[in-house]
């Protein structure tokens, strides 16, 4: 099946330390970003990648890092998080990269940060 | 400023009813448009969507949508609304540039019975 998988789906940690939530696509998509969404202001755009090794800034990059080492992985981190990065993130993937490219999500994550 | 908005944060509608959820968006050019629906704790998936051509496009789920550029408004209709369909929808614009897309804030629509 065509999917989007994102791990962990819901984690609580603490302020300050560090980790990863991974994404992975079995569809062979060029384009991969990560957004937040977050209530009264929908999603917003974190990173994305237009191919391996290449990513770039959207519109909320502050605290984040991401990497793009394989086609099929975007694995995003979160160095020293902070509560206000409490959010709930989804990776998604594009066959391409053209704003006409219907972008596949994965589940979701839950992070609360204390 | 870009942006694409939807004005109505929240929408109850009796099941039956119809509905229309409104998005309006504020680009130079006029960028592709989507719809999305987020069902609870799942990701989001696709409604519909809208390049070029026919103004009017249908999706998914009996939702349509229809283009209008004078309004700059993409708003999405459904003629009779169904228990299922409590969500929340996002309109979405995707550029010309292709590296980016940008989402309304959302509408949570919640039908009574």
């Known amino acids: 099946e065509a999917q989007v998988t994102q791990n962990p789906r819901y984690l609580i940690t603490v302020t300050g330390k560090k980790l990863t939530v991974t994404c992975s696509q079995n569809?062979?998509?060029?384009?991969m970003s990560w957004y937040r969404q977050d209530p009264g202001l929908g999603l917003r755009q974190i990173y994305y990648s237009m191919n391996v090794e290449v990513t770039d800034k959207g519109d909320v990059p502050e605290g984040y890092k991401v990497s793009r080492k394989e086609k099929r992985n975007f694995p995003l981190i979160l160095e020293s998080p902070s509560p206000n990065q409490t959010s709930l993130y989804f990776c998604?993937?594009?066959?391409?990269?053209?704003?006409?490219?219907?972008?596949?999500f994965g589940a979701g994550s839950r992070l609360t940060v204390l | 400023a870009q942006s694409v908005t939807q004005p109505d944060i929240h929408i109850t509608v009796s099941e039956g009813a119809s509905l229309e959820l409104r998005c309006n968006y504020s680009?130079?050019?006029?960028?592709?448009l989507f719809w999305y629906v987020q069902s609870p704790g799942q990701g989001l998936q696709l409604l519909l969507k809208y390049f070029s051509g026919d103004t009017l496009v249908q999706g998914i789920k009996g939702f349509e949508a229809e283009f209008k550029r004078s309004q700059s408004s993409f708003n999405l209709r459904k003629p009779s609304v169904h228990w299922s369909d409590a969500a929340e929808y996002f309109c979405?614009?995707?550029?010309?540039?292709?590296?980016?897309?940008?989402f309304g804030t959302g509408t949570s629509l919640t039908v009574i019975p």
């Open positions: 680009y130079g050019a006029t960028p592709y």
């Open positions: 569809m062979n998509h060029e384009y």
């Open positions: 979405a614009v995707g550029l010309w540039t292709g590296n980016q897309f940008y």
């Open positions: 998604a993937s594009t066959p391409g990269v053209s704003g006409a490219n219907v972008l596949t």
